[in-house]
């Protein structure tokens, strides 16, 4: 993988270099139309895939271009761990937005992760093929659903349960643990925040986590089961250990979605600054929101631009390093299974 | 013996209700969005809102409709669309009959996951850094460029899981019938993953319209139908979250209606693909 990143970093270079070489090498002379096309055809082909490759550079030299302003006048430890926003007067700080995310994406992944991999289980190996039928387009269409309308439904249905229902109740009963205990009557919160995206990121692990599990032999399920195992014990035993790389990527393919996704969290989830969460039911401001909701003002302030940009540059190298992982497991996975 | 065997039955129960009822709760949760945006939306939908554009009194509940984003998402999304099908074509042929199995096509493929991975509204902000050097202002075009940036490697995955399906003798046979690479590439592969085209289109068509993240930057909004390509334009995320975000009922109920709207178009967009490539898929040989 390490080469591979660095083959990235020299892509530009590369590339040049690689088509240097096949003009070089390509000696014999072209002399009907249909060779000029394909030579130029190649070409044109592939300075195509120069333009992918290219964009990944272009992309994190643009933002870090735009943040230097801010890197300069401040240390990265400065920006990362301080705790105050005050725009007007030049603090920057990112860590209660940092804070923000990791508490969505932490509690979307509690609830969303157990109960996905049982549906998962209970696709793959429990069901009938006619409800796997019937639930594959569900689950195509639900990815598919913009983030605005589960946003929508979580304004319309999930805060009003949680400031209805959920905050009283888990308060009365659990309200001297902290992370339970809460002080805001709105329902706006991490909680409601968490269940939107963590059914946003559903169908995503479901049906990845069902592929996977998919790919393991069906030989292997039945030497299990003939051997006398329930089916139980095969999926813990066999099918389980086996698909286990391939589901620990679909969970990182759905953490960093959530860490990414914006409008719907930011309806949901209050987009209080300048207070470090510390119960469920408490506002946060996760990074996506903070670039969505301060992009008009941004140019009027000094150093505000350079600062969202930087959040934006935070936001997008963390969630490539975990989506570049996963899809990395996934497809050798697949393409072992020979698919 | 006996005792251990029921242990194993019980066992076997428990995790069996265990993984029906976690498939169950998730299924109902899904068709619960469904069924609330249906319940919300149908009652403050009509005719009005669907072919006329906002009133100058439209924000504080007065007459009007939203064609104007109607309009501006169907031109941000098919205008995206359009330019990532424009490069992600020849990325995906060019993976299969060119670069098939060497370095530079794993390289390729590694940046694709890449951009995939890159959150939408990082996008929005990369485009917005574009147009700010490029002098350009919030308009249809930056919208277009930033989209079709968002869709590029959706696309271009969807098309490169398809033409991996197609046999591999196929292309020997076109090589055997002395063609050239790109005859093969444009008469053989191309026409075998047609369906597959199509399918990746929609797909990425129906994620570009409902991506609300990379257009706040840089399509803007606007209350007009959008006649040029440097205009700001309005699109239907930005109607929903615009509307909701207003204090008057009546403008909620709008928002409402318009999440509908995207939610059926979307729908209709899913089911459309599958119909597409059942058709289509008459055709190729497997």
Redesign the interface.
């Known amino acids: 993988m390490c080469s591979?990143v660095l083959?990235?970093a020299y892509?530009p270079f590369?590339?040049w270099a690689?088509l240097m070489k096949q003009k070089t090498t390509q000696k014999d002379v072209c002399y009907t139309m249909?060779?000029h096309?394909?030579r130029w055809?190649?070409r044109?082909?592939?300075f195509?895939?120069v333009?992918?490759?290219a964009?990944?550079l272009i992309?994190f030299v643009?933002?870090l271009l735009?943040t230097r302003p801010i890197l300069e006048a401040k240390s990265i430890s400065e920006l990362l761990l301080g705790q105050v926003w005050l725009p007007f007067q030049g603090e920057f700080g990112f860590f209660p937005f940092i804070m923000g995310t990791l508490w969505v994406t932490a509690v979307a992944l509690i609830l969303a992760v157990?109960?996905?991999l049982?549906?998962a289980?209970?696709?793959s190996?429990?069901?009938r093929p006619s409800t796997v039928a019937l639930?594959k387009?569900?689950l195509?269409?639900?990815a598919?659903?913009?983030?605005?309308?589960?946003?929508?439904?979580g304004?319309?249905?999930v805060v009003p349960a949680v400031q209805k229902f959920i905050a009283p109740l888990l308060g009365k009963w659990l309200g001297s643990i902290s992370l339970f205990s809460s002080d805001n009557p709105t329902g706006f919160s991490i909680l409601s925040g968490g269940i939107v995206l963590a059914?946003m990121v559903?169908?995503v692990i479901?049906s990845v986590a069902y592929e996977v599990m998919r790919t393991v032999p069906f030989g292997m399920r039945e030497a299990s089961l003939a051997v006398g195992a329930?089916?139980?014990?095969t999926?813990r035993y066999v099918v389980m250990p086996q698909a286990m790389p391939g589901i620990v990527a679909a969970v990182v393919l759905g953490l960093?979605r959530a860490?990414?996704?914006?409008?719907a969290v930011l309806?949901v989830v209050g987009n209080v600054a300048n207070k470090l969460p510390r119960s469920i039911f408490d506002p946060a401001y996760p990074l996506?929101a903070l670039?969505?909701n301060n992009?008009g003002e941004m140019m009027s302030i000094p150093l505000y631009d350079a600062a969202?940009?930087g959040a934006?540059l935070v936001?997008?190298l963390v969630?490539?390093i975990?989506?570049?992982i996963s899809?990395?497991i996934l497809?050798q996975i697949l393409r072992r299974s020979g698919q | 013996m006996k005792k251990r065997l029921n242990r194993q039955t019980l066992e076997e129960a428990i995790f069996k209700g265990l993984a029906g009822g976690a498939f169950l709760i998730m299924a109902a949760a899904l068709f619960f969005i469904l069924v609330t945006v249906l319940v919300k939306g149908l009652p403050a939908l009509n005719w009005q809102m669907l072919t006329q554009v906002p009133t100058a009194g439209y924000y504080v509940g007065k007459e009007g409709g939203i064609l104007n984003a109607i309009l501006g998402s169907l031109y941000l999304a098919a205008g995206g669309t359009l330019l990532a099908l424009l490069l992600s074509l020849p990325i995906a042929l060019y993976l299969e009959v060119y670069a098939r199995g060497t370095r530079w096509a794993n390289m390729v493929r590694l940046s694709m996951d890449v951009l995939w991975g890159i959150p939408s509204i990082v996008y929005g902000a990369f485009g917005f850094t574009l147009m700010l050097a490029l002098g350009m202002r919030a308009s249809l075009l930056g919208g277009i460029i930033t989209l079709a940036l968002v869709e590029l490697p959706i696309m271009t995955r969807a098309m490169d899981e398809v033409i991996r399906l197609i046999p591999f003798e196929l292309k020997e046979v076109s090589y055997a019938l002395g063609s050239t690479r790109l005859e093969t590439a444009m008469k053989v592969v191309f026409r075998q993953m047609l369906p597959g085209i199509v399918t990746a289109m929609l797909l990425a068509f129906g994620r570009g319209i409902g991506d609300a993240a990379s257009v706040l930057f840089t399509a803007g909004y606007t209350d007009r139908v959008p006649t040029s390509l440097l205009r700001p334009v309005a699109s239907l995320p930005l109607a929903v979250f615009f509307q909701l975000g207003t204090p008057y009922p009546e403008v909620q109920q709008r928002a409402y209606a318009a999440a509908l709207i995207l939610t059926l178009i979307i729908m209709f967009v899913s089911l459309g693909s599958r119909w597409i490539a059942g058709r289509l898929s008459q055709n190729v040989i497997k």
Request: net charge negative; aromatic share 10%; with cysteine.
């Open positions: 591979e083959a990235v892509s590369l590339s690689m249909r060779c096309k394909e055809g190649g044109l082909f592939f195509a895939t333009m992918p490759v964009l990944v992309i643009a933002l735009r157990p109960l996905c049982l549906s289980i209970y696709l190996e429990y069901s639930m387009p569900v195509d269409l639900l598919g659903i913009p983030s605005v309308v589960y946003g929508v439904w304004m319309l249905a059914v559903a169908p479901i329930t089916q139980w014990q999926i960093s860490m990414g996704e914006t409008m309806m996506p670039i969505a992009y969202l940009m934006a936001l997008m969630v490539v975990f989506n570049v899809a990395l497809r």
